[in-house]
């Protein structure tokens, strides 16, 4: 029980930071949802696709750090 709690607290913290208004924070959160976060959904029984695709509906960031978020 305890764990669940843990894992969502983790993701829900990720979607907070990919709406942070500092790019850099934004951005790498924003890679981590992309990579980590699908799994981390599953595991918390949430359709990986919900996470890819709320990350993918997100406002564009600034054009320096949408490079990075690419990449």
């Given amino acids: 029980m305890h764990e669940r709690r843990f894992l969502a607290a ?3 913290r990720a ?3 990919a709406q942070d208004g500092d790019p850099d924070l934004a951005a790498q ?5 992309a990579d980590v976060g699908p799994g ?3 595991l918390l ?3 990986p696709e ?3 695709g709320w990350v993918n509906e997100l406002a564009a960031l600034p054009y320096e750090q949408l490079s990075l978020f690419e990449n």
């Fill in 10 to 12: 983790i993701l829900l």
């Fill in 15 to 17: 979607v907070a930071d």
């Fill in 29 to 33: 959160a924003r890679r981590w949802l």
């Fill in 40 to 42: 981390l959904a599953e």
């Fill in 45 to 47: 029984d949430i359709s």
């Fill in 50 to 52: 919900r996470v890819t």
